[in-house]
């Protein structure tokens, strides 16, 4: 896992779906939103699923979307949440699609960038 910490260096793209995830996250009302972009540049935009038969976080259903949608691979990655950093378990899933190098952008709930790591 490779850190960068702060904003600085963020572009327009990467602003946009740490922005999207925010958004999911407020209007779902749920722990953690997340928004992923796919190779074509779509992105998928998702919340945490807390169902007693399901539970996955955001990022992995961001993820799990674009796989459903046909995206072969991932550009970058963003989640909102009150944690630190990203559950393991979620860079796994962004790096199944995006392999290790792909950016996981990790911003508190006010939307800042905690962190920049890569999937793998």
Do not use: F, H, Q, W
């Amino acid at each position: 896992m490779t850190l960068s910490d702060g904003s600085a260096g963020l572009g327009p793209e990467d602003r946009k779906i740490v922005t999207l995830a925010r958004s999911a996250r407020v209007r779902n009302g749920v722990a953690e939103g997340a928004a992923v972009r796919d190779e074509t540049g779509r992105t998928y935009v998702a919340g945490t699923v807390e169902l007693a038969s399901l539970k996955l976080s955001a990022l992995r259903t961001a993820v799990a979307m674009a796989v459903a949608s046909g995206a072969t691979s991932l550009e970058a990655a963003a989640v909102v949440t009150e944690a630190e950093s990203v559950r393991d378990e979620d860079r796994a899933a962004v790096r199944d699609l995006g392999g290790a190098g792909t950016p996981v952008l990790v911003a508190g709930v006010d939307g800042v960038l905690r962190v920049s790591v890569t999937a793998g």
